[in-house]
């Protein structure tokens, strides 16, 4: 099979195998990314071209992510808008699935975070935003089963788990979560942001930090 390079955004290899310093060579001239993963879907290593943008707009990133009051801000603005996309994934679901889902049990889900949106814009600290996060996600992952509406038996979900993911839903997600987090990455060394410079997630070798910030508001809709 042949794909034009302009048709291309990514490339994500989840096997051992490896591409030719001439195909890289060529990604980077096209901006393609290039990101290793294990036939498992864990992170080894990724590949950029040159860095677009300017030392400004990153001396300011940087200004920015040490300031704990302008980083909260941001923060902030990143879980009310996790919690609201998870907000409104759940009145899909009740709107286009009334007659297949327990809709009193998604109402109830989706009033209550409502409560905590507003609770989120009083917040003045950093612990008590990962507190109302955590809430906003056991109140989502709640309703997580009833929205999976084919296969039943085969798929079930009682609660999220990671290293390792102990079921089939949770392996999906994810998997689905290392891709978006590539994507986003990527996106944000487009533009010249550097991709592990966060506001939210601590800082940690090998971290993409602010890729991880981005792809909170993602989750829901996309993974």
């Known amino acids: 099979t042949r794909y034009p390079f302009h048709n291309l955004q990514d490339i994500v290899l989840f096997s051992y195998l490896g591409m030719s310093p001439r195909l890289i060579q060529k990604c980077m001239e096209y901006g393609i990314g290039v990101c290793y993963l294990t036939p498992t879907g864990r992170f080894i290593a990724r590949l950029r071209g040159i860095s677009k943008g300017n030392i400004l707009l990153r001396r300011k990133q940087y200004r920015v992510a040490d300031d704990e009051k302008e980083s909260l801000n941001i923060a902030r603005n990143i879980v009310f808008a996790k919690i609201y996309n998870e907000k409104w994934t759940l009145e899909r679901y009740i709107r286009q699935y009334e007659h297949r889902i327990d ?121």
Do not use: W
């Open 103 to 223: 809709i009193a049990h998604l109402l109830e889900i989706s009033k209550y975070l409502t409560e905590l949106l507003k609770k989120i814009v009083e917040v003045n600290d950093f612990d008590e935003l990962r507190g109302i996060e955590g809430i906003a996600q056991t109140k989502y992952f709640s309703c997580f089963d009833e929205m999976i509406l084919n296969q039943k038996d085969d798929f079930k979900f009682a609660k999220r788990s990671r290293r390792p993911p102990l079921n089939q839903i949770n392996a999906m997600l994810s998997y689905i979560y290392s891709i978006l987090s590539n994507d986003v990455a990527s996106a944000l060394e487009s533009v010249g942001l550097d991709a592990y410079a966060g506001f939210m997630h601590t800082d940690r070798p090998g971290r993409i930090s602010l890729a991880l910030d981005m792809v909170e508001e993602f989750r829901s809709p996309i993974a």
